[in-house]
């Protein structure tokens, strides 16, 4: 439904219940520094992709910076999951579009004042033409908030190795 590959995630599906041990994903990406603050990510066998700054913090905006991706990355995850989820409820999807604004206080990236360094006050805009009627996109829309593994991930602790 909706162009996603349900007897794959139902294969998926069937493996965990079978083998619990199948849950758990393990996840990469690496990082290698290039110049200055540009940098290249590396995932599976995808082209990297190049992340710098702009060039008031400091780089050559060779590339989106960590904090856009962070966001795009959250955005497209909640989206996902909305589609899945409404998908999984047989509704049709015409058009899902989302976007994503954040606030970052740069005063503490760059050591003049002390406080929260995060992104603050994110906002997910979503427009969907779907099947569904305005309750039924609300309520996916808010389970795909509470089940989206990037936007759990945010809260998350991180624990560092330096080798």
Do not use: H, Y
Not at 17 to 40: C, F, H, Y
Not at 74 to 92: E, K, M, P, Y
Not at 101 to 113: H, I, K, Q
């Amino acid at each position: 439904m909706n162009g996603i590959n349900f007897p794959a995630v139902e294969q998926t599906i069937k493996m965990i219940k079978e083998d619990p041990s199948l849950k758990m994903k393990n996840w990469q990406a690496r990082i290698d520094w290039k110049s200055g603050v540009e940098n290249t990510l590396k995932i599976r066998n995808f082209d990297p992709i190049k992340i710098d700054e702009p060039e008031q913090l400091g780089g050559t905006d060779k590339g989106p910076n960590p904090v856009e991706l962070l966001i795009g990355t959250a955005a497209s995850c909640f989206s996902i999951t909305f589609q899945v989820l409404a998908s999984q409820q047989g509704i049709t999807l015409e058009e899902v579009s989302v976007g994503i604004e954040a606030d970052l206080n740069a005063a503490v990236f760059l050591g003049l004042e002390e406080g929260n360094g995060g992104i603050l006050d994110p906002v997910i805009t979503l427009k969907a033409k779907t099947t569904a009627n305005k309750k039924q996109v609300e309520e996916i829309a808010q389970a795909a908030l509470q089940k989206s593994p990037v936007l759990l991930s945010m809260k998350a602790e991180i624990r560092l190795e330096v080798e």
